[in-house]
């Protein structure tokens, strides 16, 4: 190799590569000493994860993401293995370096043109949702797109009345008739408390189960949340020095149960964005109806002739009422309800 006239060669000029063309490797640290912890809130890039959970080691972890995990994102009700210091001391921070596979996902888009996901709760067994017989009235097109939601993401929606002490929920009640959707009726005693059978029967249903509470402002939902959780207040407002606030009413948060069993309060959520879903996602939760549909013409909508699906009611294979409720919630879907709440 020649050297130059100023007495430098080749080998001592050193070239940065440019970050493109650095070496990567797709080793990844095992975090064989991870803990396996359950993440009961998320504020602000900061998670609070419940690590030994029915021990008497029990604590509460602030934890940030891992930069390996990329832009996946954590939600509250997620299973998840932690990193560093996780003694829960305060002004300690460990880092989540995994996320358990998840058995289902509430989930919405910014609205129905957008169908970027935001993953909202991960794993709960079931969706209660609250809405009020009157004042405010019932918006049943926000009770569509949360059944169609919750069909979506694997979980079991139940339908909670309350304030049926201040007009008839009858007729509310008749359009679910035909979704085999387990309905509770709540009304207050002497105008003041919950009524309590209508509370142990909702405790009985939350038991040992992780349920996501959602509903419009004014229908009950937290005087529910406090009833069936007495420090409710308390565990919503706690978040330590590293969060550095309170957790606001666009934040979902896990309370544990006195008896056994989590339910998340979502205040934050008004409505979904359902651009995500498509028909055959609401399909699956109506499985008198799927085999019928082998006989629809190619990219059908389901809504009307050509669809099968109008044969096969009418051969009774199912029933109309069926049909419609499967139909409405395919419009909530699509945004052509005209009580979208």
């Known amino acids: 190799m020649s050297r130059l006239a100023d007495g430098w060669d080749n080998d001592d000029v050193r070239v940065r590569p440019s970050p493109g063309s650095r070496p990567r490797t797709k080793t990844r640290p095992a975090h064989s000493d991870a803990v396996r912890g359950f993440v009961v809130t998320v504020d602000r890039g900061r998670y609070t994860v419940l690590v030994d959970e029915r021990t008497k080691r029990e604590r509460r972890v602030m934890a940030m993401r891992a930069r390996e995990l990329g832009r996946r994102a954590i939600a509250v ?97 008749a359009a679910y008739d035909d979704l085999d959707l387990p309905i509770l009726v709540s009304r207050k005693d002497s105008g003041r408390d919950l009524d309590g059978a209508l509370v142990d029967r909702v405790r009985g249903m939350l038991h040992e189960r992780l349920s996501v509470l959602i509903g419009h402002s004014g229908v009950g939902k937290s005087t529910l949340v406090n009833a069936l959780v007495p420090d409710a207040d308390r565990a919503i407002g706690s978040v330590t020095g590293v969060g550095k606030g309170r957790h606001t009413s666009t934040s979902a948060v896990a309370l544990e149960l006195p008896d056994g069993g989590w339910v998340i309060d979502t205040p934050g959520v008004r409505s979904f964005g359902l651009a995500h879903v498509t028909a055959d996602d609401l399909l699956v939760a109506f499985d008198d109806l799927v085999g019928a549909t082998a006989d629809c013409p190619p990219n059908c909508d389901h809504l009307g002739p050509p669809c099968a699906l109008d044969g096969f009611v009418a051969a009774g294979g199912a029933t109309a009422g069926r049909l419609a409720s499967f139909r409405r919630l395919l419009n909530s879907r699509a945004g052509l309800e005209t009580d979208a709440g």
Do not use: M, W, Y
Request: some cysteine; proline content about 5%.
């Open 77 to 173: 009700g997620d299973r998840v293995d932690l990193v560093g210091d996780t003694t829960g001391h305060d002004d300690t921070l460990a880092r989540v370096v995994r996320i358990a596979p998840r058995t289902s996902v509430l989930r919405r888009s910014a609205d129905d043109t957008d169908t970027s996901e935001r993953v909202l709760v991960a794993n709960a067994d079931q969706l209660v949702i609250v809405t009020a017989a009157a004042d405010p009235l019932p918006r049943t097109g926000f009770v569509d797109r949360c059944l169609v939601a919750a069909f979506a993401g694997s979980l079991q929606p139940v339908l909670l009345v309350t304030k049926a002490d201040l007009a008839d929920p009858t007729g509310l009640i």
